[in-house]
């Protein structure tokens, strides 16, 4: 069985958080614009706050 990709090779428009629909694009514009911990991006994209399951991915992906 092969690994996911990682999520730095994903397109802008693959969703991360299937709870709530944010993309990468958007958790990453939200990053540049400020938000400077999960917290932050949570809060502006709700990403996270369903499930929860992609936290991981998130946190990867910002590099947190």
């Known amino acids: 069985m092969l690994a996911p990709p990682a999520p730095a090779v ?3 428009d693959t ?3 299937q709870c709530n ?3 990468k694009g958007a958790l990453l514009r939200c990053r ?3 938000a400077s ?3 932050a991006v949570a809060e502006r994209t709700r990403a996270t706050t ?3 399951g992609c ?3 998130v ?3 910002l590099d947190l």
Do not use: N, Q, Y
Request: some cysteine; aromatic content about 4%.
């Open 10 to 12: 994903l397109l802008g």
């Open 15 to 17: 969703v991360f958080c």
């Open 21 to 23: 629909g944010a993309t």
């Open 32 to 34: 540049t614009a400020g």
């Open 37 to 39: 911990d999960l917290a």
């Open 50 to 52: 369903g499930c929860g």
């Open 55 to 57: 936290s991981s991915t």
């Open 59 to 61: 946190e990867e992906l």
